[in-house]
């Protein structure tokens, strides 16, 4: 299998209210593109996988080659230097599929209604990630989103 795709992983770090960006080149990114009827209308319920290859000991390195290390989110909360890790948050964190436009870190209060409801209001290809399986054979973690 092939990995081309590039994804854009945003973590929230809850103490700093930063977000935090991570550019992944070199992953499986797959859309299942669905739409639900409700009484209000249509509504997208696309679901998306997301592979990334990582080391045994879940080091990822990232587009520009820096390694980052995972961490659960328990402990990604109490970080002292968020932008050295990782950590992928159920109904929290999010990917955007591409690159972002900047890598620095964004606050959350600059966005009305949150970061994450702003860039799904407005861009395609933003998915919040509802579950996470790392895989040991091969190294790698899976992440599902919606």
Partial sequence: MVYRDTVTLFNYHESTGIWYPTVFSGVDFGVNTATNET????????????????????????ADGKEKSYQAAKVYAQCGNPADCI??????????????????????????????HEMNQKYDGVYQIHSVAFFDLLPHVEIGGK
């Fill in 39 to 62: 009484t209000t209308g249509k509504t997208g319920s696309d679901a998306v996988t997301l592979l990334i290859h990582c080391t045994p000991d879940r080091q990822f390195i990232t």
């Fill in 87 to 116: 950590t992928f948050k159920t109904g929290c964190d999010f990917i955007y599929c591409g690159v972002w436009k900047g890598i620095e870190s964004l606050t959350e209060e600059d966005y009305a209604s949150g970061l994450y």
